[in-house]
Antibody, heavy 122, light 112 residues
Framework: EVQLVESGGGLVQPGGSLKLSCAAS????????IHWVRQASGKGLEWIGR??????????EYAASVKGRFTFSRDDSKNTAYLQMNSLKGEDTAVYYC?????????????WGRGTLVTVSS | DIVMTQSPLSPPVTPGEPASISCRSS???????????LDWYLQKPGQSPQLLIY???YRASGVPDRFSGSRSGTDFTLEISRVGPDDVGVYYC?????????FGQGTKLEIK
């Protein structure tokens, strides 16, 4: 059974930093790209980027809204992905989801975690 | 960036009746592998999104055959043949052809 558990969310002041984790199980983590999607309260879904796997040189891509402030990383030995968020702004307040695509097996976001809430406020 | 456009609301649907939700992309979503990289997701109230349709018309695992996807040019349609109470929520289309992946604004489906 595929499981994705995001954690690390919480209240942070504007300009602060936070690091989210995405613990995965039930699929080939090392064979997957990990995507991050966020959703502000009452708003739509926003793709913020992806972290590809070793076979793709762990390449990362970021949405313009977070580029230069957010950094994706992963530890394949722990089946865990990370999202380092710096210089946080009020508009970064959202639920953050991780969702994998296993290369050659899944065509898109077949599995989602429950998300973790990040609140940026003074 | 590819812009995905959805109508924010669909007319309330009577249970058992069909419903359709539209999504338009600002450019072709055709990939070199011959697939159109358009997904449909449903986010039920209080839940994470769930994949319904990928590549424009392929049902995801476990999705009832009441759901189907189609395409005409850059216009995509999600059809529900017989709407049920469990289908309420917000439906999103998303293009996965190129980075940044982009979602439509979402279409809320309500039941009469």
């Amino acid at each position: 059974e595929v499981q994705l558990v995001e954690s690390g969310g919480g209240l942070v002041q504007p300009g602060g930093s936070l690091k989210l984790s995405c613990a995965a199980s039930g699929f080939s983590f090392s064979g997957s790209s990990i995507h991050w999607v966020r959703q502000a309260s009452g708003k739509g879904l926003e793709w913020i980027g992806r972290n590809r796997n070793k076979a793709h040189n762990y390449a990362t891509e970021y949405a313009a809204s977070v580029k230069g402030r957010f950094t994706f990383s992963r530890d394949d030995s722990k089946n865990t992905a990370y999202l380092q968020m710096n210089s946080l702004k009020g508009e970064d307040t959202a639920v953050y989801y991780c969702t994998p695509i296993e290369y050659g097996k899944w065509a898109s976001f077949d599995f989602w975690g429950r998300g973790t809430l990040v609140t940026v406020s003074s | 960036d590819i812009v995905m456009t959805q109508s924010p609301l669909s007319p309330p649907v009577t249970p058992g009746e069909p419903a359709s939700i539209s999504c338009r992309s600002s450019q072709s979503l055709l990939n070199s592998d011959g697939h159109h990289y358009l997904d449909w997701y449903l986010q039920k109230p209080g839940q994470s999104p769930q994949l319904l349709i990928y590549w424009g018309s392929y049902r995801a695992s476990g999705v009832p055959d009441r759901f189907s996807g189609s395409r005409s040019g850059t216009d995509f349609t999600l059809e529900i043949s017989r709407v049920g109470p469990d289908d309420v929520g917000v439906y999103y289309c998303m293009q996965a052809l190129q980075s940044p992946f982009t979602f439509g604004q979402g279409t809320k489906l309500e039941i009469k």
